[in-house]
């Protein structure tokens, strides 16, 4: 019955779920919202954005079955136009050096802008640095960064979370003064902070985040091919993040140097205000 109505998940090859013929009706477009702002362009030397993606395909849910993830396209690609043309070029990090994965069921196929930027960077999305040599070779060089972001969808919870690099990246930012920014499931990286038992970094910090109400509700239409194995909203506010939003909406936030949005919806505001937050700080640091 659930096949007949579209409410079925529907199965890849490798045996993992992508969402329903329904869900994806109602939750993708073969189009984004992004607003092709003009902005001052930064020329300094911090001019390098490190990209923190997943490279982890299937999330294992609470009934076993497996959901084909990866980053949200649009929730990757739509702030990166933004902070591309406010002048930054990206470096792009998975935990192992393995391409990154994205949700390709998601992907907005008529949008020329996402589709220009995704060719252009193609290569670096297919062969992107190791998190462990960056951690290795660079933290010592901060002075060519200005950002760190780790992009949304349900991948951004597979690895990333318990990945000591990941944490050690989250905090070389935080000491060395750059901006740090996330929407949707990316802020699930930041509970790689609490790795060895460690305080949160954002402990106190207001934070935009995919709500949990919205991921127990999914599966009753197969966006999901079954329950959560865990929740972000819940586990950061059991570590001390302020969530500031309910609904799976436009919210962006900014708390010091953190930046974060709410959902997809929030990809195009978060965009604009992680780009103007980034030229405000480089321009009062003098960067």
Known sequence: MKSLLGLAPQEEPDGSYR????????????????????YDKYEGPRNKILVLCTEQKNMTMAN???????????ETLVPMLHLRNAGF?????????????LEMWAYPTEDTHVKELHEELADRFANPRSLVDFVTTSLDNPDQYAAV???GGHGAMLGL???????SVLNWAHDNDLITISLCHG?????????????????????????????????????????????VSTRLEEVGATLVNKKADT????????????SPQAANP??????NTLLAHAKKNNW
């Open 19 to 38: 969402p329903s013929k329904l869900a994806l009706r109602m939750g993708t477009s073969t189009t984004t919202d992004f607003s092709n702002q003009q």
């Open 64 to 74: 076993g079955k497996k959901f084909s993830t990866g980053n949200h396209p649009t």
């Open 89 to 101: 070029d990206f470096e792009i990090a998975t935990p192992t050096g393995k391409p990154v994965v």
């Open 149 to 151: 972001f780790t992009p």
């Open 161 to 167: 979370p318990d990945d000591p690099n990941v944490a």
């Open 187 to 231: 802020p699930a990286a930041l509970l790689a902070t609490t790795l060895n038992g460690q305080d949160f970094l954002y402990d106190g910090y207001k934070i935009a985040v995919f709500p949990d109400s919205v991921d127990k509700q999914t599966p009753k239409i197969g966006y999901l091919p079954g329950k959560m194995p865990s929740l």
């Open 251 to 262: 919210t962006v936030c900014v708390d010091r140097r953190l930046v974060t949005g709410a």
């Open 270 to 275: 978060l965009g604009v205000l992680a780009a």
